[in-house]
């Protein structure tokens, strides 16, 4: 990051924007003290004569800088109330009652359902994010820095916690709010700062900077419309364009889904939708074994299969890229090349490992292919950004040459940029034969992306859409009232 200004005023909700490793956050990093300064540079902020000096998260805790984190940095072991004091007694014996009732006051205050001494890991991620919220709104920040806080909510929830951001704002506080949903941006901010390759591109205010301008300025070009993605791929049109690669009749699974069929034919993009918690995932975990199937059959190429596991999947050429790429998807202290060959080696076994000089040209070949911005293919893939992590685990499940690839969420959390590009390579590889779900939590993704949805709803499928119907109207109407269809 090199000579960036950043000015944020009081009562101001101002958006932070830019592409994976644009700088954003080594910009918050530093601000709280996660990184040290580099001698270069000031940091100014209000009721001081002097410019701050910020060592450590705590030096920035005393000066009224609260961060929340995309990634959820509380302790599950502990209660809500615990986690929202922690580190905040000054050394002594804290008053457990007093603990409780300040932290039952904040929750309710900000319409938080969950009580004080209820075990955090007993909330849903969605509650636990409101919750690294509410602890960092007690403490009296002048500033607070969300990064990513939308990202595990659902419409209510962020509603909700816009409402909460706006109060602050009334109040006086300074909100940073770091986001890749430009929706989102343009509802709540009250100006933009672009930073690109760790420059600073400019200060907007928002009603002067179009979505298609601030798109514009974070890849550094200009973008046709969006909706025009489908169009730049051609659609499967082999003679087995008809062949249905997978189908599922009946399909139940431990994790409370209601039996469900599905089917998916060769070079099809096709996707489940609904609201947070409608099912979506579970209904892909069943396909890949991810979770127990207690009910149901499935055919692979029309002839029976059971998948009970991921390791059965893979033999039967589905791939699938999971929701929690943290949890699930890397291996954060392996490096880029052996997280890329991991599948395959998985496939042939450990008793016949990958040679040296393959690895090294598998994993070349697919940084160049999917343009991973990495320093080596020897760098830890922990130290990547989100969206370069993402690109190492599809590269992962390319390398194994799947007929069927999952998609589960493969854009959250990344920049605008590279979201794009992962569309279009979805588009892309559909058109040569692969068959691929997508899942995304944005419908104008799932309408750019997909030729025909699945509708969720309650852990149900309650419709399915091609077509004329591939519209966001038909969507909400199918989810408010798909039973009646």
Known sequence: MQNVDFTLCEGEIHALMGENGAGKSTLIKVLTGVYPEDGEGT????????????????????LGISTVYQEITL??????????????????????KKMNDGANKILQSL?????ATQQLSSCSIAIQQMIAIARAVDMECKVLILDE????????????LFGMMRDLKAKGVGIIFVTHFLDQVYEVCDKITVLRDGKLVGEFVIEDLPRVKLVAKMLGKELDDMS???????????????????EAEGLQSAAKIKPF???????EVNGFTGLLGSGRSE????????????????????????????????????????????????VGDLSVRDNIILALQVLKGFFHPISKSQAYKFADEYIKKLEIKTASADTPIKSLSGGNQQKVILARWLLMNPEYLILDEPTRGIDIGTKIEIQKLVLQLASEGMSATFISSETDEMLRTCS??????????????????????????????????
């Open 261 to 267: 069929n599905f089917y998916i034919k060769k070079g």
């Open 149 to 160: 806080p939308t990202s595990s909510l659902d419409d209510n929830e962020v509603e909700k």
């Open 283 to 330: 209904c892909v975990r069943a396909i890949f074994g991810a979770d127990r199937v207690i009910a149901g059959s499935a055919k692979k190429n029309g002839k029976p299969v059971k998948i009970t596991k991921p390791i059965e999947a893979m033999k039967n050429g589905i791939a699938y890229l999971p929701e929690d790429r943290k949890v699930d998807g890397i």
């Open 43 to 62: 940091i100014h902020i209000k009721g001081l004569d002097k410019a701050a000096v910020i060592r450590s998260p705590q030096d920035a805790q005393k």
């Open 228 to 246: 025009e993605i489908k169009s730049e791929n051609t659609v499967y049109d082999g003679d087995d364009a008809d062949q249905v690669i997978y």
């Open 75 to 96: 302790c599950p072991n502990l209660t809500v109330a615990e986690n929202m004091y922690i580190g905040r007694g000054n050394n002594k014996v804290m008053n457990w």
């Open 452 to 485: 025909r949805l699945v509708v969720m709803r309650d852990r149900k499928v309650v419709g399915e859409l091609s077509g004329e119907d591939l519209t966001q109207n038909k969507i909400m109407s199918t989810i408010a009232g798909g039973d009646q269809k």
């Open 111 to 115: 319409d938080i359902p969950a009580t």
